[in-house]
């Protein structure tokens, strides 16, 4: 999205002050931006613990110790831990920012895991200390059980961050209680290029209070800033809880970064002494494998691809997008010949030939942006896939297009798209009968968000491939807070009986704004 940061920024002290005060309301880890390497006592994980890309065998367990030790993860099929089994994971140091990450393997299939993380002084491994539990289900290997996630994404953007007056990020206990299988963030887990302000008036004249950090208190340049903006959501008791039950699949965007970023873009923003997109986006990369369980990033994997498929069972694969590593520059968005478009050629391919070999009842396309809305990047250029040209595909949309036909003339059922990004929620079908290009099946695309950022106005749909807006709740004005405009996540239910795919769209509190069920084994819907 075109959110432009704010232009001023407090001091340092005052920023830190505005912290203490604010943090009294919340239970809060160690605030500094880098553990202490002569602390006494045991190694402690006070930042939690996470799990990610879990599948039918095995899975990643995340987290953070306040000094060097060895990661130890023990699992069992009871809460009490009895006959648990270990798995000795990687030593933590600086080099990663204390953070480390353990591959489960051999897990068994359709079953509650209970695991506990323990930190240990590498040098005494008997000194431990006090253990960190979190909980995950792994994926079936038949469809009797059905599935169930949510998705959301932007989170502490423009300025609106973790308020104690609020209870935090109190929209993650709303998607706690409901126990999906895992969640789905689609991207802007961070906001980079977002300064967190000690407070912020609202237009009737209340105040929003945040908790601060000395690395939010800028724009992140550095790789120790990066790790600090990452680590900022993790200060919140709601988000800790939530990661201890619910696993994750975690995608980025822009604000990982900044602002409409492209590779190789050179910033003109008096705010950044590092003006190379490509320096900051390395430097937030590698935060990023740090802060996140991701089986494609290091240490899993060296290569260091945020696109992937994860597969859940005989009913669900969920194909992670990157629609911003690879992309060309923005643009107006108006060539005829576009190979490199915004997922590039080589993901594109991927893309393609997993979509083939894909024997899921279901397809999720998770994409960190939408489609046919028209996402603007200055006065002529543009942000996403539409360009608000109604016609013949041209830029971006050619690779798109040749997605939509290759997925008709393969006869690939069950596909529908995931985002966020926008800020608003709305439902839109997209068919060949509305469209300029009509050599597609019809198909669904979702779109929920934010979990903790600025809500802004609806944006305009593009007509070449068709898009009908369903439904749609957006604010009539740009960036209102979490206090005037409700939080929104999506859910995604698939009944394992009759296949039938359901998607529900929520506000924090639970309510259900719109609903729609899908029928299986059908290219089109």
């Known amino acids: ?63 953070r110790s306040d000094r060097p030790a060895r990661m130890i993860v023990e699992t069992s099929a009871t809460e009490s831990f009895r006959n648990p089994i270990r798995w000795n994971g990687p030593l933590i140091g600086a080099r990663t920012d204390f953070t480390g990450t ?86 802007d887990n961070i906001y980079a290029d977002g300064p967190i302000l000690p407070s912020v008036t609202l237009p009737d004249g209340r105040i929003w209070r945040n ?38 699949i975690v995608q980025w965007d822009d604000h990982e970064v900044h602002n409409n970023w492209y590779p190789g873009q050179i910033l003109d923003d008096a705010r950044y002494t590092e003006k190379s997109t490509d320096v900051l986006s390395a430097r937030s990369l590698r935060a990023f494998s740090e802060y996140f369980p991701v089986s494609t990033l290091p240490p899993g994997d060296a290569e260091g691809r945020v696109y992937r ?59 960190d942006m939408p489609l046919g809305l028209v996402v603007p990047d200055g006065k002529v250029n543009f942000e996403a896939v539409a360009q608000g040209d109604p016609g013949t595909p041209l830029g971006r949309e050619l690779q798109i297009a040749e997605l939509l036909r290759h997925i008709k003339h393969d006869r690939i059922t069950g596909t529908l798209w995931l985002t966020t990004d926008v800020h608003y929620t709305s439902a839109q079908r997209y068919d060949p009968s509305r469209a300029a290009f009509q050599d597609f ?24 491939f068709g898009p009908e807006q369903k439904f749609i709740k957006a604010p009539n004005r740009a960036n209102t807070s979490p206090m005037e405009t409700p939080p929104y996540f999506g859910e995604v239910e698939i009944d394992g009986d009759s296949g039938e795919l359901t998607v529900r769209l929520r506000q924090e509190g639970g309510d259900v704004l719109f609903s729609k069920t899908l029928e299986p084994g059908r290219v089109g819907q």
């Not at 079936?140 to 953007?157: E, H, M, Q, Y």
């Not at 576009?338 to 997993?354: H, Y």
């Not at 600025?454 to 007509?463: P, T, V």
Request: glycine content about 10%.
């Open 102 to 187: 353990t591959r489960l393997r051999d897990l068994p299939p359709g079953e509650q895991i209970h695991y506990r993380v323990l930190l240990a002084d590498p040098d005494d491994p008997r000194r431990t200390g006090e253990p960190v539990t979190g909980t995950f289900r792994t994926s079936p290997v038949n469809r009797r059980g059905g599935v169930r996630f949510l998705w959301s994404g932007d989170i502490a953007g423009q300025g609106w961050g973790i308020n104690p007056d609020r209870g935090g990020y109190r929209v993650y206990e709303d998607m706690r209680v409901l126990n999906p299988d895992f969640f789905l963030c689609s991207g």
């Open 441 to 464: 099946e019809p198909f669904w695309e979702f779109v929920s968000g934010p979990l903790a950022a600025g809500g802004f106005q609806a944006l305009k749909l593009d007509g070449t």
């Open 1 to 63: 999205m075109s959110h432009r940061p704010p232009s001023s920024l407090p001091g340092r002290r005052g920023v830190l002050r505005g912290s203490l005060a604010a943090s009294a309301a919340l239970a809060l880890p160690t605030l500094g931006s880098a553990p202490a390497l002569s602390l006494s006592g045991r190694p402690k994980a006070a930042w939690g613990v996470q799990a990610g890309d879990v599948s039918a065998h095995s899975g990643l367990i995340w987290t």
């Open 211 to 248: 908790v601060t950090t000395e690395e939010k208190s800028k724009v992140a340049e550095t790789l120790a800033e990066f790790r600090g903006a990452f680590r900022y959501n993790l200060l919140d008791e709601n988000l800790r809880r939530f990661n201890a039950q619910v696993p994750s």
């Open 309 to 367: 498929v994860l597969r859940h069972g005989p009913l669900l694969d969920v194909f992670v997008l990157d629609m911003r590593s690879y992309r060309n520059a923005n643009s107006p968005g108006r060539q005829a010949d576009d190979t490199t478009g915004i997922l590039g050629a080589r993901q594109l391919a991927w893309l393609k030939r997993e979509l083939s070999r894909s024997r899921a009842t279901w397809k999720v396309i998770a994409s």
